[in-house]
């Protein structure tokens, strides 16, 4: 299921409050570039339907970017309570826990030096396919020396058993492992 990014960014919100850590609207944009990027690399699929651009400070959703400016370079005032779906619990926790403690600054430049970001031209979209191409290989590898088994020849086959046999508890469970 695809949510909204107004959606997506209530949640990184919310939960990054809930583990102590206070957002700027920069840090939100990145959060929200690695949660589209994660849920692409992991599952094949979007997280959200909104664009994301390639913008001087990196990457941006123009929707959410107008409904935080106000705040510009301060913290922004999180959500009172969310209910975040169970099935993209596991992503944005993973992003979260990894991202969110990372400075603007660190952020800005980490997306910088992305393929996704890097092979887009200013006020461009960087693309769905673009973002996939460049995380499925955080998550993902064809590996025929991997010692788990069943053996998968390519990563498409990987993918497809991984969507269609493994409980969404594993799924949290293996994103969760594949961050650390």
Known sequence: MTYTARAVAE?????????????SPMQLQKLLYYAQGYSLGMTGEALFGDAIEAWTHGPVVPDVYRLYKRYAGN???????????DEILGIIDVVVSEKSELSAAILRNDTHDED??????????????KLEAFFVDKFWTSDEEDEYEPIFDTKEEEIRFF?????????RALINASSK
Do not use: C
């Not at 913290?75 to 779906?85: F, H, K, L, Y």
């Not at 269609?164 to 594993?170: F, G, L």
């Open 11 to 23: 949640w990184v919100l919310w939960l990054a409050a809930q583990k102590g850590r206070k957002l």
């Open 75 to 85: 913290i922004i005032t999180p959500p009172g309570n969310a209910e975040i779906p």
């Open 116 to 129: 996704p970001y890097k092979t887009t031209n200013q006020g461009e979209e960087i693309t769905t396919q």
């Open 163 to 171: 969507q269609e046999s493994v409980s969404d508890e594993k799924k």
